[in-house]
């Protein structure tokens, strides 16, 4: 089996890509799998780190406004396609897979020109651009959430798999919880919310745990504090300019990264974070209780429909990226973290939609295709 997955941009793309090339390697060890993306996007790092070739293309994300650099943009994806075309006469792929993103252009275009079976993921909720661009013509779509397939009226097949992560629902012991605490600097006897925004940051969640800290309202909780690397010596700026020093303050570790997320999710009692579509599978699958603060967006606020699926069954609170600030914050998370009832609640009616082996439902997916294809 050749494949081609085409994914680029951002982890939310190129991680279920990755999973999927994981799955297919591992049920076809002489499977032979290329990605195609760009030099500019996460895949440049992740995609060898994964142990695959990636071959690259100048494709761009369209723009609404009319600027000279959108026009750049546009002619150099349309000739993008051109390349696309010499790595499919080069690789000559059994079936080409999508995980989003604007790379699905270009590669699409010719995969489906080519009538070469095809296949896309869409993690969100809202389809994205691409989705819904190649929706009549793709041969499957698989899609994360049951409110996605009905989005997708008139396609070939569309089918509920869920997105793949890495992380998993954790039994940690007693002694290995209070020795990653220990390390942390953080106590054993209160409650852990857990506040995170990405690799990058978010800078509105950030400022607003900024404010909560200065304002002294974290007593009956403790927060562990991903602020994001690029945004880490902002913050600590921020502190200083308070006279504090960002290593000590009362209830709060702040840190630029987390490393080990697996673990810290599987430990803590309440997530505060953004809601983009793997974050939502991986809160659902360990089961825990969230306050999602949505990126917000101009064209589609995929971010904000991923997360009402969960506030909608009662697992999870939204705070608009807008609205959000420190007094709204500290309140949201006081009321759940006082309430031990709600709080187990909440992350069981999470766990109770987490989607169960995602990655062999999507290789099962690809064989029916496959088969299909050859009969």
């Given at each position: 089996?050749?494949?081609?997955?085409?994914?680029?941009?951002?982890?939310?793309?190129?991680?279920?890509?990755?999973?999927?090339?994981?799955?297919?390697?591992?049920?076809?060890?002489?499977?032979?799998?290329?990605?195609?993306?760009?030099?500019?996007?996460?895949?440049?790092?992740?995609?060898?780190?994964?142990?695959?070739?990636?071959?690259?293309?100048?494709?761009?994300?369209?723009?609404?406004?009319?600027?000279?650099?959108?026009?750049?943009?546009?002619?150099?994806?349309?000739?993008?396609?051109?390349?696309?075309?010499?790595?499919?006469?080069?690789?000559?792929?059994?079936?080409?897979?999508?995980?989003?993103?604007?790379?699905?252009?270009?590669?699409?275009?010719?995969?489906?020109?080519?009538?070469?079976?095809?296949?896309?993921?869409?993690?969100?909720?809202?389809?994205?651009?691409?989705?819904?661009?190649?929706?009549?013509?793709?041969?499957?779509?698989?899609?994360?959430?049951?409110?996605?397939?009905?989005?997708?009226?008139?396609?070939?097949?569309?089918?509920?798999?869920?997105?793949?992560?890495?992380?998993?629902?954790?039994?940690?012991?007693?002694?290995?919880?209070?020795?990653?605490?220990?390390?942390?600097?953080?106590?054993?006897?209160?409650?852990?919310?857990?506040?995170?925004?990405?690799?990058?940051?978010?800078?509105?969640?950030?400022?607003?745990?900024?404010?909560?800290?200065?304002?002294?309202?974290?007593?009956?909780?403790?927060?562990?504090?991903?602020?994001?690397?690029?945004?880490?010596?902002?913050?600590?700026?921020?502190?200083?300019?308070?006279?504090?020093?960002?290593?000590?303050?009362?209830?709060?570790?702040?840190?630029?990264?987390?490393?080990?997320?697996?673990?810290?999710?599987?430990?803590?009692?309440?997530?505060?974070c953004r809601s983009g579509a793997m974050t939502i599978t991986e809160i659902c699958i360990v089961g825990k209780p969230a306050i999602f603060i949505p990126l917000p967006s101009i064209s589609a606020n995929r971010q904000e429909d991923n997360a009402r699926v969960l506030k909608?069954?009662?697992?999870?609170?939204?705070?608009?990226?807008?609205?959000?600030?420190?007094?709204?914050?500290?309140?949201?998370?006081?009321?759940?973290?006082?309430?031990?009832?709600?709080?187990?609640?909440?992350?069981?009616?999470?766990?109770?939609?987490?989607?169960?082996?995602?990655?062999?439902?999507?290789?099962?997916?690809?064989?029916?295709?496959?088969?299909?294809?050859?009969?």
């Amino acid at each position: 089996m050749k494949v081609i997955i085409s994914a680029a941009g951002t982890g939310g793309h190129i991680n279920p890509g990755i999973a999927i090339a994981n799955k297919i390697k591992e049920k076809s060890p002489k499977s032979e799998i290329i990605f195609i993306g760009t030099n500019r996007g996460l895949e440049h790092d992740l995609v060898s780190r994964a142990g695959y070739k990636l071959k690259t293309i100048d494709a761009y994300g369209l723009k609404k406004e009319l600027s000279l650099q959108n026009v750049k943009h546009i002619i150099s994806t349309l000739k993008s396609k051109k390349d696309v075309k010499k790595i499919f006469d080069d690789f000559k792929p059994d079936l080409v897979i999508g995980t989003g993103g604007y790379i699905c252009g270009p590669v699409f275009s010719v995969a489906t020109s080519r009538k070469i079976p095809t296949m896309l993921h869409e993690s969100n909720a809202y389809p994205g651009r691409a989705v819904k661009m190649f929706s009549k013509k793709v041969d499957t779509i698989l899609v994360g959430f049951e409110e996605t397939k009905e989005r997708l009226e008139g396609c070939k097949k569309v089918v509920v798999t869920g997105t793949p992560t890495k992380i998993k629902k954790l039994n940690i012991s007693t002694q290995r919880k209070k020795k990653m605490l220990e390390e942390l600097g953080i106590k054993n006897d209160l409650p852990i919310v857990l506040i995170f925004g990405g690799s990058q940051g978010a800078r509105k969640i950030n400022e607003s745990v900024i404010q909560l800290a200065l304002n002294k309202k974290i007593e009956k909780y403790q927060i562990i504090w991903a602020t994001g690397t690029k945004q880490y010596d902002i913050v600590k700026e921020e502190f200083e300019k308070n006279s504090i020093n960002i290593n000590n303050i009362k209830n709060v570790k702040a840190i630029p990264y987390i490393y080990n997320m697996e673990e810290l999710i599987n430990i803590s009692d309440l997530l505060v974070c953004r809601s983009g579509a793997m974050t939502i599978t991986e809160i659902c699958i360990v089961g825990k209780p969230a306050i999602f603060i949505p990126l917000p967006s101009i064209s589609a606020n995929r971010q904000e429909d991923n997360a009402r699926v969960l506030k909608k069954i009662g697992a999870a609170k939204i705070i608009l990226n807008q609205e959000v600030n420190g007094n709204n914050l500290s309140e949201e998370i006081e009321s759940i973290i006082e309430d031990k009832q709600e709080l187990e609640e909440m992350g069981k009616v999470a766990n109770s939609i987490a989607p169960n082996n995602v990655e062999e439902k999507i290789y099962h997916e690809i064989e029916k295709l496959l088969n299909q294809d050859l009969k």
